[in-house]
């Protein structure tokens, strides 16, 4: 008989769903924070599948994606295996709607695998990555400011059978997917150290991840939580949770290879004018970006480095940058092996 889904006090019987809070610190006030979580357990044995959002405060469309999967289309009754799903990873920049925790400023996706003596940013990276053994598959949802593609982020884990799952994992969310490397070094001694974003910390545990990334940061966007929605779902049947075959994302462009991403930055500063929107193609050399100061004069004409495609347009306060701003994710075709030793 299938036995219940217990996540530390949290605890879900089969073919039910629980919803509860996790404890983790205390405000200067003395009031608790804690981290909601959801546990839906399935009526059937099978694999367990992570699903988080809003590690940075401003990134909220997960959470809704995340709702209506685990509280309106899943049938626990119905579900082979379990989801363990994390609406907001961050309360505390949830709270304060910023992208880094405000109480130390940090960037938490910068950090893992943190530490429980740190900052407050680093023990909750902590708590995450105590928690990775619980699950087998893995997607943490972001989101770009709009406009941008909604996209799948894989990143070339050390194990080849974690690669391949991540991309089939990533093919069947059906989105444009990009390659991001990870950033693993070999210390003198021979260990392999990995970078501070929680993918990183996922894959090193031997577990397909797929970042993906929605649009529009601050806002619910519909068009793009129904994309989200879909793909969750996808990778549900993939993975033989529930019963159906993969169906195309058709509520959102989808480009069709892997690609790398190029990241372009201002130099000088001003008003940006966008000659091309996401998903339209750009060619090496080609303006596709205006700067003009406040009199409206023409300070610069931003050319692309690659052919390739517009991805998203990063400006995180308004439609303006300075020097060393992010202005624009443009992608090309990737080239390289992912799938190689």
Not at 58 to 74: H, N, P, S
Not at 187 to 210: D, H, L, Q, Y
Not at 212 to 224: F, I, K, Q
């Amino acid at each position: 008989m299938k036995s219940a889904f217990a996540v530390d006090c949290l605890s879900s019987k089969p073919g039910s769903v629980s919803c509860g809070y996790l404890p983790f610190g205390y405000l200067n006030d003395s009031t608790p924070v804690q981290i909601p979580v959801i546990l839906v357990n399935g009526a059937q044995p099978g694999p367990t599948l992570w699903l988080s959002s809003t590690m940075h405060g401003i990134e909220i469309g997960g959470i809704e994606v995340i709702r209506r999967v685990t509280r309106e289309i899943t049938n626990p009754g119905k579900l082979r295996g379990q989801i363990i799903a994390w609406p907001i990873l961050n309360p505390l920049a949830f709270r304060d709607a910023m992208t880094n925790t405000p109480q130390d400023l940090v960037n938490i996706n910068r950090i893992f695998p943190g530490g429980p003596k740190q900052l407050v940013t680093h023990r909750l990276a902590d708590l995450i990555t105590r928690h990775i053994p619980v699950a087998d598959y893995f997607i943490d949802f972001h989101a770009n400011v709009a406009p941008s593609l909604v996209h799948s982020i894989v990143k070339r884990a050390p194990d080849r059978a974690v690669r391949a799952k991540s991309l089939e994992m990533a093919r069947a969310f059906g989105a444009t997917l990009i390659f991001a490397e990870a950033h693993i070094e070999n210390t003198p001694a021979g260990a392999t150290v990995m970078g501070g974003s929680f993918t990183e910390c996922t894959i090193r545990a031997g577990k397909p991840t797929v970042t993906v990334e929605l649009n529009n940061s601050r806002r619910l966007d519909p068009v793009s939580v129904e994309a989200g929605v879909r793909g969750v779902c996808n990778v549900m049947r993939l993975l033989g949770m529930v019963d159906g075959e993969v169906v195309k994302q058709d509520v959102i462009q989808v480009l069709p290879d892997l690609y790398s991403r190029a990241v372009v930055i201002s130099d000088k500063g001003g008003l940006v004018n966008i000659l091309k929107g996401p998903g339209e193609p750009v060619t090496k050399g080609e303006v596709f970006l205006q700067i003009r100061n406040p009199f409206g004069d023409l300070v610069d004409e931003v050319v692309s480095p690659v052919t390739g495609y517009v991805l998203a347009y990063p400006m995180q306060k308004n439609q303006a940058a300075g020097t060393g701003d992010y202005l624009a994710f443009l992608i090309t075709p990737y080239l390289g092996d992912f799938l190689g030793a």
